[in-house]
């Protein structure tokens, strides 16, 4: 087909006379627009991450990378800079929705994203979170809002909050052929209840229910949890005693590996800037200045300036007056 409207495009360009200019092609003469150069691919060169290498990480001590993705954009950096496993967080509800919280967000709209993060992604093992309200209800409608999230929304695994009294749910989601990754310490959720979004596991008795939790989902069968907002030391021990890879955000250095909100750590968000966050660029401010940069040009006139520009022969455009001017 794309031959056929190839050919028909060159077929009219000659009944009108002249050569008609591409607005692109395919392939490498694309890059002449553009004055970035093509981004190299790790994703091109590496295999499709799976659990069982997740697993091997774990065993030989390698830090699993994990990052958020909320587009097809966001999900093909994520994999093309090498992420090992890409997280579709109920965080987009905040940065890229523009919610006030998490528990704003529905199944639909995770959906919706989870379809789009899967399209930009090759390699990078895919979780998909579980909206609130969509699995707390009953193991039926967590179960059921899972099938939804693999088969919808093309995820490989699910992430649920909560810790022991979901392991009867996380339980039966894995015994649906799902796996599951858990969510303890810091539950945003839930975060009206643990009376806002405060560290967790800084007393004897929140460390303790840290582990006891950490202990239920592992024998509920998730191949690894989040440990998020807890002291690094409190984190470490949790890590040492379960086994099962803990990915912490907020919780240091000693876990099994390391999650960040994508849109957090390159600066688009600003609403607060939690303490365990590194930014690692400032998008914010710099794609800012050059949307003005662009809207200034705008009102000065200088652009788009003659190489954004097409043209057309002067005698073919002498031709196109005339016949524009009879027209009544």
């Known amino acids: 087909m794309a031959l056929l409207r190839a050919a028909a495009g060159r077929m009219r360009a000659r009944a009108l006379g002249a050569a008609a200019e591409p607005m692109f092609e395919l392939g490498d003469r694309c890059r002449q627009y553009s004055s970035y150069p093509a981004a190299e691919s790790t994703a091109a060169t590496r295999p ?5 290498d997740i697993r091997k990480m774990y065993r030989k001590k390698e830090p699993i990378s994990v990052l958020t ?5 966001s999900a093909l950096m994520a994999d093309r800079a090498g992420v090992d496993i890409t997280l579709v967080g109920d965080s987009l509800a905040m940065v890229a929705l523009g919610y006030e919280d998490t528990n704003q967000l529905s199944l639909d709209e ?5 379809r789009a993060v899967q399209r930009g992604n090759k390699s990078a093992f895919l979780v998909g979170d579980m909206p609130f309200g969509t699995y707390e209800t009953s193991v039926r409608d967590a179960i059921a809002s899972s099938v939804r999230l693999i088969g919808e929304g093309r995820m490989e695994a699910v992430k649920l909050e909560g810790g022991r009294e979901m392991s009867e749910t996380i339980r ?7 796996p599951v990754l858990g969510h ?15 560290v967790q596991g800084k007393t004897v008795k929140s460390a303790t229910e840290l582990l006891d939790n950490a202990y239920a989902l592992q024998d509920a069968g998730v191949f690894g949890m ?3 907002a807890v002291p690094e030391e409190v984190a470490r021990i949790v890590t040492e005693r379960i086994s099962v890879p803990t990915i912490g955000i907020g919780a240091g250095a000693g876990c099994s590996g390391q999650v960040l909100v994508q849109l957090d750590m390159l600066g688009n968000f600003d609403r607060f800037t939690p303490k365990f966050l590194k930014k690692y660029e400032n998008n914010l401010e710099r794609i800012t200045a050059g949307i003005r940069t662009y809207v200034g040009e705008v009102k000065a006139g200088t652009f788009p300036a003659a190489e954004h520009t097409y043209t057309v022969a002067e005698t073919q455009l002498a031709a196109i007056k005339q016949a524009l001017a009879e027209i009544k």
Request: a positive charge; one cysteine or more.
């Open 48 to 52: 499709k991450v799976t659990l069982t």
């Open 69 to 73: 993705a909320h587009d097809y954009p």
């Open 110 to 114: 995770m959906l919706y994203h989870c």
């Open 172 to 178: 039966a989601i894995t015994r649906a052929g799902i």
């Open 184 to 198: 303890i310490g810091l539950t945003p959720q839930r975060q009206a209840s643990l009376g806002g979004f405060r």
């Open 226 to 228: 989040v440990i998020e």
